[in-house]
């Protein structure tokens, strides 16, 4: 009988044991589907930090190297300028690389070091509690604003991706989600560009990927997309931000 559907060889045989409804799954296996198509997966190095998104050491089937709070792309860095030949990234969340990890985020899109990030913005600093994190949209109640975010305070979120794609050394910066399956379709698409350019060796390259927290939202996995659709998709521009003059040929 052909098979027609199945895990990708990108990820490893280990079933993911993420809150039910948590898109992280989802993105892993784009990942996962895209390292595979592109033949790449023995030539990559990942790298994570603390959170969620550590867990991921345990879900792909490349080599992955833990990093400390913020710090995934400075490791990365390291990684790559050593190894030039090798396909390195970094898996981060919104409370990491939009935060403690902020000044790592800006200098390696200017200097245009040649990795791939993957932002997962789900809004809230994910395991540490669901505390306020510099994504979290005015007024989102959290465990550090139970009044809701007060602009006033706390300032707006930060659209990351948008500041990433003002930088000379960004030559593809990407905003998805994966609310849907048409969205899931072009999440890929970007995450696949994003290997792509640095195949090419063309400068840094930036995915950006809407992502749910039921858990520490309080809601249930539909509503937590719903939520998701209505107040995040008007909020965050999405589409390709930037896409470099090269990397159109891509």
Same mark, same amino acid.
């Given at each position: 009988?052909?098979?027609?559907?199945? %895990? @990708?060889?990108?990820?490893?045989d280990l079933p993911f044991h993420y809150?039910?409804?948590? /898109?992280?799954?989802?993105?892993? %296996?784009?990942?996962?589907?895209?390292?595979?198509?592109?033949?790449?997966?023995?030539?990559? *190095?990942?790298?994570?930090?603390?959170?969620?998104?550590?867990?991921?050491? +345990?879900?792909?089937?490349?080599?992955?190297?833990?990093?400390?709070?913020?710090?995934?792309?400075?490791?990365?860095?390291?990684?790559?300028?050593?190894?030039? +030949?090798? *396909?390195?990234?970094?898996?981060?969340? $919104?409370? +990491?690389?939009?935060?403690?990890?902020?000044?790592?985020?800006?200098?390696?899109?200017?200097?245009?070091?040649?990795?791939? !990030?993957?932002?997962?913005?789900?809004?809230?600093?994910?395991?540490?509690?669901?505390?306020?994190?510099? /994504?979290?949209?005015?007024?989102?109640?959290?465990?550090? !604003?139970?009044?809701?975010? $007060?602009?006033? =305070?706390?300032?707006? @979120? =930060?659209?990351?991706?948008?500041?990433?794609?003002?930088? +000379?050394?960004?030559?593809?910066?990407?905003?998805?989600?994966?609310?849907?399956?048409?969205?899931?379709?072009?999440?890929?698409?970007?995450?696949?560009?994003?290997?792509?350019?640095?195949?090419?060796?063309?400068?840094?390259?930036?995915? !950006? =990927?809407? !992502?749910t927290c039921p858990t520490n939202w309080?809601?249930s996995p539909v509503d937590s997309l719903?939520?998701?659709?209505?107040?995040?998709?008007?909020?965050? %521009?999405?589409?390709?931000?930037?896409?470099?003059?090269?990397?159109?040929?891509?």
């Amino acid at each position: 009988m052909q098979k027609v559907f199945g %895990r @990708p060889q990108g990820l490893t045989d280990l079933p993911f044991h993420y809150c039910p409804g948590c /898109t992280h799954g989802i993105i892993h %296996r784009l990942i996962g589907e895209v390292l595979e198509e592109l033949d790449i997966i023995g030539d990559t *190095i990942g790298v994570a930090p603390v959170g969620c998104a550590g867990f991921s050491l +345990d879900f792909f089937a490349c080599d992955f190297v833990g990093a400390a709070h913020g710090r995934a792309q400075a490791v990365a860095t390291g990684i790559k300028r050593a190894l030039p +030949d090798k *396909i390195v990234f970094t898996y981060q969340g $919104d409370g +990491d690389i939009a935060a403690i990890g902020t000044s790592h985020a800006i200098h390696v899109a200017a200097r245009g070091e040649k990795i791939t !990030s993957i932002m997962v913005n789900n809004a809230v600093f994910g395991m540490t509690g669901g505390q306020m994190a510099p /994504t979290t949209l005015t007024g989102q109640v959290t465990t550090t !604003s139970p009044y809701g975010r $007060d602009k006033n =305070i706390f300032g707006a @979120p =930060i659209d990351l991706p948008q500041i990433i794609a003002t930088m +000379d050394g960004a030559a593809y910066v990407a905003a998805v989600s994966v609310d849907s399956p048409k969205n899931i379709q072009l999440a890929k698409q970007a995450l696949k560009k994003a290997f792509k350019v640095q195949q090419a060796g063309l400068g840094f390259a930036f995915v !950006s =990927i809407l !992502s749910t927290c039921p858990t520490n939202w309080g809601m249930s996995p539909v509503d937590s997309l719903k939520w998701l659709q209505e107040n995040m998709l008007p909020l965050y %521009r999405m589409g390709e931000l930037k896409v470099a003059e090269e990397v159109k040929a891509l």
